[in-house]
């Protein structure tokens, strides 16, 4: 299957400063991302869906000035997590399709784990 | 209204048992598609299956096989012979129409098998 390849896995951050977690198709072009935020044990809670070259679609209740999105090519992703606080922990995992490996299957990444002290 | 259900928190069997993970989804579009994704501790969400709404044959592949039934509008997942690697949470999704912009998730069973 397609892959997606997310970086970095974990980050730790102090309060108050920003985290970009990047996401990349390695194997075919993603015309769509999308970036997940999960909180343990629970499912999966779509933040915004990114088309290349457009500005990113954000989901009810989701602060776009809290969480940048940049989809700026064919392959790469990044959520930028702005002035993060302790709330913002959680585990975010983004996602792709595109082109015709992954045209109507979501191909995820491995997910980053962030940890704000 | 959840879309899709798992009712199953959690399960736990012991090595070489099968064990059915269910999924129930409610949609009132014709067209849907539904899918299973495994995710492991390393937390990367693995893709297992995709199902179209005109296609109710049952698949196997290897240990793993899925039960489409429109008619009780589930999409049931069994694992035969379970190992110790099979240990996951298993999330069911659904999109509906030609949408695969849009899932909608379970809130994912996690399945415990224990050597």
């Known amino acids: 299957g397609a892959v997606v390849s997310q970086h970095p896995s974990w980050v730790i951050c102090k309060s108050g400063t920003s985290v970009k977690i990047e996401c990349r198709s390695l194997d075919f072009q993603a015309t769509t991302m999308f970036w997940y935020r999960q909180f343990p044990k629970q499912s999966l809670m779509l933040m915004a869906t990114s088309n290349e070259g457009s500005k990113a679609t954000y989901e009810q209740g989701v602060e776009k000035d809290k969480f940048l999105i940049n989809h700026a090519s064919l392959t790469l992703s990044t959520l930028t997590v702005t002035s993060a606080h302790p709330e913002d922990s959680s585990f975010y995992i983004c996602?792709?399709?595109?082109?015709?490996?992954?045209?109507?299957?979501?191909?995820f990444g491995a997910g980053t784990r962030l940890s704000v002290l | 209204a959840q879309k899709v259900t798992q009712a199953q928190t959690e399960i736990s069997v012991v090595e070489k048992e099968d064990v059915t993970l269910d999924c129930v989804y409610e949609?009132?579009?014709?067209?849907?598609?539904l899918f299973w994704y495994k995710q492991p501790p390393s937390g990367e969400l693995v893709f297992l299956i995709r199902?179209?709404?005109?296609?109710?044959q049952n698949e196997i592949s290897g240990r793993y096989s899925w039960n489409f039934q429109k008619s009780t509008s589930s999409f049931n997942f069994t694992i035969t012979a379970s190992q110790v690697v099979d240990s996951a949470v298993y999330f069911c999704?659904?999109?509906?129409?030609?949408?695969?912009?849009?899932?909608?998730f379970g809130s994912g069973t996690k399945l415990n098998v224990k050597p």
């Open positions: 199902r179209n709404s005109f296609d109710e």
């Open positions: 949609t009132r579009d014709t067209t849907y598609y």
């Open positions: 999704a659904l999109s509906e129409g030609y949408n695969f912009n849009k899932f909608y």
């Open positions: 996602s792709a399709r595109g082109g015709s490996m992954a045209k109507n299957i979501q191909y």
